[in-house]
């Protein structure tokens, strides 16, 4: 869950890369690069094919209905305005099952572009006024794919 703690939220994320690490390797992908820095978290393989992927948690969605995702941080662009990776993995926690959703950047990008369907609100850390855009759960889902069901 979001801590609004960057070093106890560092510790989530790590857990999670682990467990989407995992996920990946079992659909067939291969982790070539895991980076820690603000281009992408990611960079797989499956194929022959090469793709970079960015990491992302909800602990919310099945209270709120929603999924956050960032566009904006400490006054500058970030997230979904700033990344390279091609595409979205969401681990996303509902009550009695966690769902892995992937959305390509560019979909999400064109449908906050063009949609009204989402509102913008700020939380974060202290300090940090980070930005996002609510999107409803099922509307996210519709603009990716739900690719793998955990049960919690």
Same mark, same amino acid.
């Given at each position: &869950? ?5 070093h106890?939220?560092? !510790?989530? !994320?790590?857990? @999670?890369?682990?467990?989407?690490? !995992? %996920?990946?390797?079992? #659909?067939g /992908? ?7 820095d ?5 960079l797989?393989?499956? @194929? ?5 992927? =960015? ?5 919310? +969605? !099945?209270?709120?209905?929603?999924? +956050?995702? =960032?566009f ?7 997230g979904?305005?700033?990344? #390279? +990776?091609? /595409? ?10 966690i769902?892995?959703?992937? +959305?390509s950047?560019?979909n999400? $990008?064109?449908? %906050?572009r063009?949609? %009204?369907?989402? $509102?913008?609100?700020?939380g ?5 006024y980070?930005? &996002?855009?609510?999107?409803d759960? @099922?509307? %996210?889902? #519709?603009?990716? #794919?739900?690719y793998?069901?955990? @049960?919690?």
């Open positions: &869950m979001g801590n609004y703690n960057f106890k939220d560092l !510790e989530v !994320e790590e857990k @999670n890369k682990t467990f989407i690490c !995992e %996920f990946l390797g079992e #659909k /992908y291969t982790i070539l690069e895991d980076r820690n603000y281009q992408y978290d990611l797989v393989e499956k @194929n022959g094919k090469q793709f970079k992927v =960015e990491l992302k948690e909800d602990f919310k +969605a !099945e209270e709120t209905g929603n999924v +956050a995702v =960032e904006h941080s400490r006054g500058k662009p970030s979904i305005s700033k990344t #390279k +990776a091609q /595409y979205y993995v969401y681990t996303v926690h509902l009550k009695e099952k769902e892995i959703v992937i +959305a950047t560019r999400l $990008r064109y449908f %906050f063009e949609s %009204f369907d989402y $509102r913008t609100v700020v974060g850390d202290d300090g940090s980070t930005k &996002m855009y609510l999107i759960y @099922n509307t %996210f889902k #519709k603009l990716g #794919k739900v793998g069901t955990v @049960n919690d």
